[in-house]
């Protein structure tokens, strides 16, 4: 019998494989490409041999691999159709993907309220929880994308220079215009697809502030680590506040430019749901919805309309 740990890895394998790279099987699995990246090299681990090599074109499979393939490939077909055949069954559970920064930020802090409200629902966030392991799609997959394609929209972000409070203490004697001269940056990709979120380059010059060398600095791909240096008084950050209301309420998180200096995404965190005649599915959807009207609430308080 296998593990689940190691169906997540063949799972992680198999499309990385079809994909041709980590970043493309991460979005497919609403997980990160480190996260990929450690599945695979799990199962690489566990088996002793390599999976991939790096090609000019992506990600190849070793010859080790190849022969392997054809049956992953069958292999996850055929649990994807028993999957749907026994969610029948299943009807208890709720699965759900979700980027990891949402869930790690908002779903995690929040999902307590949910699962007090109905005990017998068991629940599965990217893979891991009550719910277990299911190789077939989730019942939610929540990202941050272009609105639309019949997805819901949960809300958009607001982005702008974020700073610990003793930071911004530090900062605060300084003159606006030299205020981040010479201060540690920290850069952030997670918005970098959005074509209406800057980065520091793009708001320094929208703001027209003196710095040198904007792009320099420790580079994130996600929220929580870049938060975490922050926090841990190792510089600023242009990053979104949707996720952050509590850090940004209780005063741990702060702004050392003013509230209008910031831009709203043209990108949401958005919901795709299946089987949304299911009572349990059904019931997390309006949930999820009524949560996420409470951040666009708070957003707007925030930020303004």
Not at 47 to 68: D, K, M, N, Y
Not at 190 to 195: E, G, I, L, Q, S
Not at 244 to 253: A, C
Request: glycine share 8%; hydrophobic share 45%.
């Amino acid at each position: 019998m296998v593990a689940p740990s190691y169906l997540r890895s063949m799972q992680a394998v198999e499309l990385a494989a079809r994909t041709g790279s980590l970043k493309a099987a991460a979005d497919l699995l609403a997980i990160t490409p480190a996260a990929v990246g450690q599945r695979v090299k799990a199962l690489e681990d566990f088996l002793g041999i390599e999976l991939f090599v790096r090609g000019r074109s992506g990600l190849i499979p070793t010859p080790s691999l190849a022969g392997a393939l054809p049956h992953l490939k069958q292999a996850f077909r055929e649990l994807e159709t028993a999957g749907a055949l026994l969610d029948l069954q299943r009807g208890h559970e709720l699965h759900i993907a979700a980027e990891a920064d949402f869930a790690d930020l908002w779903l995690k802090p929040r999902i307590g309220a949910f699962k007090g409200e109905h005990p017998n629902i068991a629940l599965s966030i990217n893979g891991e929880g009550e719910a277990g392991f299911r190789p077939a799609p989730a019942d939610c997959e929540i990202s941050f994308g272009p609105p639309g394609d019949g997805r819901d929209l949960l809300f958009r972000d607001f982005v702008l220079p974020v700073s610990s409070a003793e930071n911004t203490r530090r900062l605060a004697h300084l003159p606006e215009q030299d205020r981040i001269e010479g201060f540690p940056l920290l850069q952030l990709d997670f918005y970098r697809n959005d074509p209406a979120a800057p980065d520091w380059r793009d708001w320094i010059e929208r703001q027209g502030i003196n710095r040198t060398a904007p792009d320099r600095g420790i580079r994130f791909r996600r929220i929580v680590p870049a938060l975490e240096a922050v926090l841990a008084n190792a510089g600023l950050v242009v990053c979104g506040v949707a996720l952050l209301s509590e850090p940004m309420d209780d005063g741990r998180l702060s702004l050392p430019f003013p509230v209008s200096t910031g831009s709203w995404t043209e990108h949401a965190f958005v919901a795709r749901f299946r089987g949304e005649g299911r009572p349990h599915v059904r019931r997390f959807r309006d949930w999820l919805l009524a949560e996420s009207q409470t951040t666009r609430d708070w957003l707007v308080r925030f930020a303004g309309p």
